[in-house]
């Protein structure tokens, strides 16, 4: 048959284990405190302490003023791109750009492709794509800055 079990509560007041645990703070993790105030003196020396303090002063302030910049078509466009770069860069296998680099950097001392050599590069498939994905962005750019006067 099962024992009940008996529930006896310390007589040790809560308070004095936690003031007994802030006691031997400083001596059992000296190193990490140490660390801590280097990096303090670090952040207060270049004002980054500073920095931070008015930060947190005129929260309201900064949170108005770059929501204000973030809700600009510019920017949202700038963000959007930049996810698009970024998903393109992702999509480049590493070993071939980096097949593609030592190549280059290898033929940098050698003579340099003939231009008709160049051109049977840029008659394939995927160079023209590329290609045709280069002019692309080209003309939108031009169409921005023909806007923009």
């Known amino acids: 048959m099962a024992q009940p079990i008996e529930f006896r509560p310390s007589a040790q007041d809560p308070r004095e284990e936690i003031q007994r645990r802030l006691n031997d703070a400083p001596i059992e993790h000296a190193q990490a405190l140490l660390a801590c105030y280097g990096l303090i003196e670090e952040a207060?020396?270049?004002?980054?302490l500073d920095l931070l303090r008015g930060l947190l002063g005129a929260q309201d302030a900064v949170v108005t003023h770059v929501s204000g910049v973030?809700?600009?078509?510019?920017?949202?466009?700038?963000?959007?791109?930049?996810?698009?770069?970024?998903?393109?860069?992702?999509?480049?296998d590493p070993d071939t750009l980096h097949?593609?680099?030592?190549?280059?950097?290898?033929?940098?001392?050698?003579?340099?492709?003939?231009?008709?050599?160049?051109?049977?590069?840029?008659?394939?498939?995927?160079?023209?794509?590329?290609?045709?994905?280069?002019?692309?962005?080209?003309?939108?750019?031009?169409?921005?800055?023909?806007?923009?006067?």
């Open 44 to 48: 207060h020396r270049s004002g980054t």
């Open 70 to 92: 973030v809700s600009k078509p510019e920017s949202v466009n700038a963000l959007r791109n930049g996810l698009l770069l970024a998903k393109l860069l992702g999509s480049i």
């Open 99 to 149: 097949n593609i680099l030592d190549e280059t950097h290898k033929s940098a001392a050698q003579e340099p492709p003939s231009l008709f050599a160049l051109l049977g590069r840029a008659a394939s498939a995927e160079s023209r794509r590329a290609l045709a994905a280069g002019l692309a962005l080209l003309q939108s750019a031009g169409k921005a800055l023909g806007r923009s006067r």
